[in-house]
C-alpha cells in the first residue's frame, strides 16, 4: 500500500510517501511546498491544490492521510490553516483519494511513542524508521509521520 502523508499549512505544505506493507515501511519521496506570503491567498491555494495533484499524479497512492485541524490561540492563523487544508484535501477529492484523518498527538504516539514529542523527536525517530532517508525539511518530516502513523494505525 503507496500512503501519502501530509502537513497543511499556508506557508508551506509538507508531503511524504511511503510504502506500507504489513509491519514494514519504507520511504519513498518526500517533499515541500511553500507558497508566497505576498500573493493573494486565491493565488496561495491554487498552488497548494495544483502542486499536491501533481504529487498525487506522480506516485499514484492508494490513501492519504492527514493530521486533524486544531485550534490555535490566534483565530486568523486557525483560518488560514483551514484554508489550507481545504486546497490539501480538494486536491486529494479530485482524484477519489480517501484521506484518513489524525490527531497529532496520536501521531506523535505512533511514531515516537508519547503524544508529547517534540519535532526533534519525531525527525530522529524518521530517520531510524526509515533508514537513509533524506528529510527535505521539517514540514516533510511532520507529514512522513502522519504517513508512518496512518500505517500502524490503519486508518483508525
Not at 501530509?6 to 515501511?25: F, K, M, N, Q
Not at 508566497?36 to 491555494?45: F, G, H, I, P, V
Not at 504529487?55 to 483551514?82: C, G, H
Not at 477529492?93 to 506523535?108: D, F, I, P, Q, S
Request: glycine content about 8%; proline content about 3%; aromatic content about 2%.
Amino acid at each position: 500500500m503507496i500512503i501519502l502523508g501530509l502537513d497543511p499549512s499556508l506557508s508551506c505544505t509538507g508531503w511524504g510517501v511511503i510504502r506500507s506493507e504489513g509491519a514494514r515501511i519504507a520511504h519513498i519521496a518526500n517533499g515541500q511546498i511553500p507558497t508566497n506570503a505576498k500573493t493573494s491567498m486565491a493565488e496561495r491555494l491554487a498552488v497548494l491544490q495544483s502542486a499536491l495533484a501533481e504529487v498525487i499524479a506522480a506516485y499514484s497512492p492508494d490513501r492519504a492521510a492527514a493530521e486533524e485541524i486544531f485550534v490555535n490561540k490566534n483565530p486568523q492563523s486557525t483560518l488560514k490553516l483551514a484554508q489550507a487544508r481545504g486546497a490539501v484535501l480538494a486536491a486529494c477529492g479530485n482524484t477519489g483519494l480517501t484521506v484518513n484523518e489524525h490527531a497529532a498527538r496520536k501521531v506523535k504516539k505512533a511514531v515516537v511513542g508519547t503524544g508529547a514529542a517534540e519535532k526533534v523527536q519525531v525527525q530522529a525517530m524518521i530517520k531510524v524508521l526509515l533508514p537513509g532517508v533524506h528529510l527535505v525539511g521539517a514540514d516533510a518530516a511532520d507529514a512522513l509521520a502522519v504517513a508512518i502513523a496512518d500505517a500502524h494505525l490503519g486508518g483508525r
